[in-house]
């Protein structure tokens, strides 16, 4: 039990300095990252299964790319980039094909599995370990009670904070976003070569 505990702890404190020292902001995020994942190794030494999967998906599979997102936009436009051809139309189809393939098995597999009686709550609060199934609190009563008793809800949560993130780009960006084309690539390095012009000057 003592190397399941210190051992996390020296990697729990390892990667928050880490974060806070690396150069590149991408290496705070990797260090972020295995600093989650070594508390999520804590929450399951308490038997707190559900704190610990919430920990890895909610933390370091949603959080933490919404900083990879952040931390790309605050670099973009620091270079010049390269256009390339465009792939779009010919990656269009297979995309489609792969997109339906996938929607069917989805509905072929739900319409194949058996839906399974909820159980009565009074099951569902009885005593027990935390991470035993049918106990209040678990991974498989939460679960349960998240996409049967409160789905709709869920949903709309979804829903809501898909339109307020929306709101925020539509509020927080210009009226007239730049748009990579070959026309205004060339202007942009038309304005650089006459702002160097009248630099040297």
């Known amino acids: 039990m003592s190397a399941l505990f210190w051992v996390p702890a020296v990697v729990l404190i390892?990667?928050?300095?880490?974060?806070?020292?690396?150069?590149k902001p991408v290496?705070?995020?990797v260090a972020l990252l295995v600093n989650f994942t070594a508390l999520a190794v804590f929450f399951?030494?308490?038997s707190a299964e559900f704190l610990a999967m919430i920990q890895l998906i909610v933390?370091?599979?949603?959080i933490l790319v919404l900083f990879l997102?952040?931390?790309?936009?605050?670099?973009?436009g620091v270079a010049p980039l390269s256009l390339g051809p465009?792939?779009?139309p010919r990656i269009a189809l297979p995309a489609a094909i792969c997109i339906a393939v996938a929607l069917g098995l989805v509905v072929a597999g739900a319409a194949a599995t058996h839906v399974l009686p909820v159980p009565a709550p009074a099951a569902l609060r009885s005593?027990?370990?935390a991470g035993a199934a049918n106990v209040f609190g678990s991974v498989q009563d939460f679960g349960r009670a998240l996409f049967t008793t409160y789905l709709l809800p869920f949903e709309v949560t979804a829903l809501i904070l898909m339109v307020a993130?929306?709101?925020?780009?539509?509020?927080?960006?210009?009226?007239t976003p730049y748009v990579a084309t070959r026309r205004r690539a060339a202007e942009t390095r038309k304005a650089m070569r006459e702002a160097i012009a009248r630099e040297g000057d």
Request: glycine fraction near 8%.
């Open 14 to 23: 390892a990667s928050a300095l880490w974060t806070i020292t690396a150069s």
């Open 27 to 29: 290496y705070s995020v």
């Open 44 to 46: 399951l030494t308490l």
């Open 59 to 62: 933390y370091s599979g949603a």
């Open 69 to 76: 997102f952040v931390i790309a936009l605050l670099s973009s």
């Open 86 to 88: 465009n792939r779009l």
């Open 127 to 129: 005593a027990g370990p």
């Open 165 to 175: 993130v929306i709101g925020v780009i539509v509020l927080a960006g210009e009226e």
